[in-house]
């Protein structure tokens, strides 16, 4: 059972909403069984809500017949900042949270190197080398990991100008989902920034930046098709890494029974779930974009091969960066089952 509370000035009726109360954010609210809170800053419609989330409590309520379900905080309702919803699940206001690590590398280095170039080409295959490497990416965390998955590598999405080769990014403004992007897109010759996703659509359509580099499966959620003229569907970088956080004081709080039916819950079949729907919202998303006028530019494989010699050297320069005992080139090995 997910009882959800969704963020204000949205319609429930596309919502995969089975109860909508309200609540508080604390466990055991049932005197018959127990209810974790779960928040997250994503739209009522990602692809994280309706292949992680929703499969999650679904699963979870199924194996424990009722006794240990979700309480849902969708769209930054227990906090707007996405920076800081892994505080949120420290101090233990929310006992499950799913979020971006990306927002804050400094904090997950090596989960944030799944973004780099030349790591994975889909979300399938991004979220298997994050399987790989999850005995090691584990240890960056204060928190029981629950999923750990992959959006599809991100395409450019653009106000006004069409980029349809390597000139064409001189100077554009592009809002980055991670800072470990920056210096790629730096060296394709853009300025990246970083900015709330909740802002990123008024943003561009009032001009404040012009473009935005994100999976393709971020349009229809937040409707960026409204605000672009131009989807570029290639950039050499990889994948956006996603996890499902629980704190580890409730799982120890959790009984055998109840911590038995969480880990069947959020097995590796829910990660893979989380790949196979960015997959699918991808496609989506791009459709929707070309059905409402927005132009999608392939490029053609020698304008790619100047890209990848755009940001060749500053990789290079990266894979040489230290992580603790072990540099960035050995961690994406690790990412590569070698």
């Known amino acids: 059972m997910l009882n959800s509370r969704p963020f204000r000035g949205v319609p429930l009726a596309p919502l995969l909403l089975l109860v909508v109360s309200g609540c508080s954010p604390v466990s055991d609210r049932d005197p018959d069984g127990r209810s974790l809170v779960l928040a997250h800053f994503m739209s ?16 979870l309520a199924e194996l424990s017949e009722g006794r240990l379900t ?19 699940l420290l101090d233990g206001v929310a006992d499950v949270v799913a979020t971006l690590p990306g927002y804050t590398s400094a904090v997950f280095p ?30 960056e965390y204060r928190a029981r990991v629950l999923a750990i998955w992959s959006a599809t590598p991100p395409v450019l999405v653009t106000r006004d100008r069409p980029v349809r080769k390597l000139e064409d990014l001189q100077g554009l403004k592009l809002r980055v989902s991670s800072r470990l992007e920056m210096p ?55 994948a956006a890494p996603f996890v499902l956080l629980m704190n580890r004081d409730t799982y120890a709080s959790l009984s055998s029974a109840e ?36 132009e999608l530019i392939d490029l053609p494989d020698r304008e790619k091969a100047r890209f990848e010699d755009a940001v060749a050297g500053t990789l290079q320069a990266q894979l040489a960066r230290r992580l603790g005992d072990l540099t960035v080139a050995e961690v994406i090995e690790r990412y590569r089952g070698r």
């Open 44 to 59: 009522p419609l990602s692809s994280v809500r309706a292949d992680v989330v929703v499969p999650f409590a679904e699963r």
């Open 70 to 88: 979700v309480t849902e905080y969708m769209g930054g309702a227990l906090g707007s900042s996405p920076r800081g919803y892994y505080s949120l």
């Open 110 to 139: 090596m989960t944030a190197l799944s973004v780099y170039p030349g790591v994975c080409d889909s979300a399938i295959e991004c979220t298997e080398a994050l399987q790989r490497a999850r005995p090691m990416l584990e240890d």
């Open 184 to 238: 790629f897109v730096e060296a394709l010759g853009a300025s990246p920034v970083m900015q709330p996703i909740s802002e990123v659509q008024q943003n561009l359509h009032n001009g404040v930046i012009d473009g935005v580099v994100m999976t393709a499966g971020g349009i229809l959620p937040y409707q960026l098709q409204e605000a672009a003229a131009y989807v570029t569907t290639w950039l050499p970088l990889s």
């Open 259 to 294: 911590r038995s039916w969480v880990d069947q819950a959020s097995d590796a079949w829910l990660s893979m779930s989380g790949a196979r729907g960015y997959e699918a919202t991808g496609a989506r998303g791009l459709r929707v974009a070309r059905e409402a006028g927005v």
